[in-house]
């Protein structure tokens, strides 16, 4: 390349490439659809994640039964709970063994046998000790497996207050 056309390029003015019509259009209406989509979806996203996001509170104690009417006999006691899974809330009813422990004080076991999940039942075989009738595991006074199942079984959470028995979410057994 001589001299002189080197000097010609130089000083030439760039020149710019132009956007077509159907470019433009094309830009214009994917930039739109995006925007609109955008709109439309971020609410479910909020509204999936939001339940996520809220904090968890502590468990609440339930007003069961009166302090007086626990003995050293398990007995059963159904109780209501206010439950809140994500949008949805209801009031389902559980169920708890009460009874006072060799020390005096009460607790309170879950019936949910640790095996496959069936409901236990007090002193059935008149031995003393929780059966569970679906495939004969047994549990002692204070919930301690004895056969079958390969752990203890839960217990709630209980304070005692003003002559009356609370209980709250359920924990491992402490007891065994």
């Known amino acids: 390349m001589s001299n002189h056309e080197q000097h010609e390029t130089e000083h030439r003015p760039v020149q710019r490439k132009e956007m077509s019509r159907r470019q433009f259009l094309s830009y214009t209406l994917g930039g739109t659809t995006a925007f609109m989509m955008g ?4 609410p479910m996203v ?31 006691f159904k109780f209501k709970i206010h439950q809140v899974d994500g949008w949805y809330e209801s009031e389902p009813e559980l169920v708890a063994w009460i009874s006072k422990g060799a020390d005096g004080k009460i607790f309170a076991l879950s019936p949910v046998c640790k095996h496959l999940g069936c409901t236990i039942f007090w002193n059935t075989n008149g031995k003393n000790e929780y059966d569970c009738p679906c495939h ?11 056969a079958v199942a390969n752990s203890p079984l839960d217990e709630y959470e209980v304070k005692v207050d003003q002559g009356f028995v609370y209980l709250g979410p359920i924990m491992a057994n402490t007891r065994s």
């Open 136 to 146: 004969d595991a047994r549990y002692s006074f204070d919930g301690k497996n004895l």
């Open 46 to 76: 909020r509204f999936a994640v939001d339940p996520l996001l809220v904090k968890k509170g502590t468990g609440n104690l339930v007003k069961v039964v009166e302090e007086s009417k626990i003995t050293t006999e398990p007995q059963e």
């Open 39 to 42: 709109g439309a979806v971020l």
